[in-house]
């Protein structure tokens, strides 16, 4: 007999699993829905000090009341931090965890990284001063719970039932970290995709041919995965299919991902696609500065271009961007051709740290600019995959010095599921400001979909306001092309975006 420990997510509790326990006790399960401290159980009040840490415990004590060894414990939206810290205390009592339209924390996270709710997440990144009730967040009115998720598949009773359950939440549940100790690793875990939040199987699919490091863990056997077509809310939605989902969970069934082969280099590290000969590099701070061989004979300061790495990536990631061939290539490409090349580390660990890694990016102008070296009033910035969303700054308001913006393979928009992207990132939009800028956009022609359609968003906008806006297409060439694809249509893409850029660069 199979053992259910449900938790969903912010303002509710235990009551918003009714159709979907009785389904699964049906079937002949023991089920245990969650109730957390302060979340609607008059026995537990909350207070200033209710944390993830409080609702943690509350997770285990329930864990604890079962008899069983075999729990699978399900976590929706935040309800997946206390769900992990629990089972982190209790892994021998855990069959599966079960991550249902969830992101993915990692210890040291606050849940206050994926709050999708602009205005809630910046009060609670910048908290006032303790004020009677405000240590809650008090829940959404019936017209204002599609900012913290799709509400597609709830009928009008459906709503009006979960804003008459829902409670205020300890604002301290978001902000406290998930402490994890690593005993989870080889506990099995399935994933719930409720599509309508924007992500599914194939989508994720997807990302995984990118490349990206923090997906790898995904292509586990086991590790399964599901898609229901419905909203954020599917235990109110489509409660007899999550059910039955969360049984077939239960069974270790589940699609299973393919990781990309397996190569002696991941694909950032491979040669890049121009052979181009070394050049005296400088490391100072986060920045690195490729300098011409004739730099210090010519005696005049020499334009800069900066190149912006993508992410979010993991803080431990080793090499870090400013060592791949990809950066190291174009700085050196960029020294070949008499200019300052320039690439940094930012700090785009996660989705929430969007303002930190344009911060990084503003020093490293001023840190430019501030060069004897360097033609301080003719900079260009040149922004790659998930970094396009940082030029959204320098769109919106460019300085005169800012003689040309270039983007290659570009996240012109925040992709689904990135909730938790600050509205100011966003270039289309900043498009309204860029004026006369030139804009260099390289576009490849074998994109992942939802990449490539937030670049034709962009080109759009940027027709409709004129935008002087050159394209340069890449036909067979994939996201990360430099590398990946070392053919002539690439190097001749290469060559053709530095023509432009360094045009623009001219006195």
Wanted: glycine letters at 10%.
């Amino acid at each position: 007999m199979t053992t259910f420990v449900l938790v969903s997510g912010p303002f509710t509790g235990g009551q918003v699993w009714r159709e979907v326990a009785t389904r699964l006790r049906e079937s002949g399960a023991e089920v245990y829905p969650a109730t957390l401290t302060g979340l609607g159980d008059r026995r537990h009040l909350a207070g200033p000090d209710t944390g993830l840490e409080t609702h943690i415990d509350d997770v285990v004590r329930l864990i604890d009341e079962t008899d069983a060894s075999d729990v699978v414990i399900v976590g929706h939206d935040y309800g997946i931090h206390p769900v992990l810290g629990a089972a982190d205390r209790r892994p021998e009592r855990i069959a599966r965890i079960v991550y249902l339209d969830a992101g993915m924390p990692q210890d040291g996270d606050a849940a206050l990284q994926l709050v999708p709710d602009e205005e809630v997440r910046g009060r609670l990144l910048n908290p006032a001063e303790p004020d009677g009730d405000d240590w809650r967040i008090a829940p959404p009115a019936a017209d204002g719970w599609q900012r913290w998720g799709s509400t597609a598949g709830l009928s009008e009773e459906a709503l009006a039932r979960l804003t008459d359950l829902a409670s205020p939440q300890p604002s301290a549940t978001f902000t406290q970290p998930l402490r994890l100790t690593g005993a989870l690793a080889a506990v099995p875990t399935s994933g719930v995709f409720c599509t309508a939040s924007g992500m599914s199987i194939a989508k994720l699919e997807g990302l995984m041919t990118l490349g990206m490091p923090q997906l790898k863990a995904l292509a586990d056997p086991r590790v399964g995965f599901f898609d229901l077509d419905t909203g954020h809310w599917p235990m109110l939605s489509r409660p007899d299919d999550l059910a039955d989902l969360l049984l077939r969970a239960a069974a270790g069934e589940g699609h299973r991902l393919t990781a990309p082969p397996t190569e002696e280099q991941p694909g950032y590290l491979r040669p890049f696609a121009l052979d181009v000969p070394a050049q005296a590099r400088e490391r100072i701070g986060r920045v690195d500065l490729h300098l011409p061989s004739d730099l210090a004979e010519a005696g005049a300061p020499r334009p800069a271009v900066l190149f912006v790495h993508g992410g979010p990536f993991p803080e431990t990631l080793r090499p870090t961007p400013r060592d791949w061939t990809t950066y190291v290539g174009y700085g050196r490409y960029a020294a070949s051709q008499g200019v300052i090349g320039a690439t940094l580390d930012h700090r785009l660990h996660s989705l929430a740290d969007f303002p930190l890694a344009a911060q990084d990016v503003a020093d490293a102008v001023e840190l430019l600019r501030a060069d004897p070296r360097v033609d301080g009033d003719r900079i260009a910035l040149w922004f790659y995959s998930g970094g396009g969303l940082l030029s959204a700054d320098w769109l919106s308001a460019p300085p005169s010095w800012l003689r040309c913006l270039a983007a290659s393979y570009p996240i012109l928009a925040p992709l689904p599921g990135w909730h938790a992207v600050d509205s100011r990132f966003r270039p289309a939009d900043a498009l309204a400001g860029a004026g006369r800028l030139p804009v260099v956009l390289t576009r490849v022609g074998l994109e992942v979909s939802e990449i490539a359609a937030t670049v034709e968003a962009f080109a759009a906008a940027a027709e409709a306001r004129q935008t002087d806006l050159e394209v340069i297409d890449v036909p067979h060439g994939h996201h990360g092309f430099e590398t990946l694809d070392p053919t002539d249509e690439s190097r001749e893409a290469i060559e053709r975006a530095f023509r432009s850029v360094l045009g623009h660069l001219r006195p």
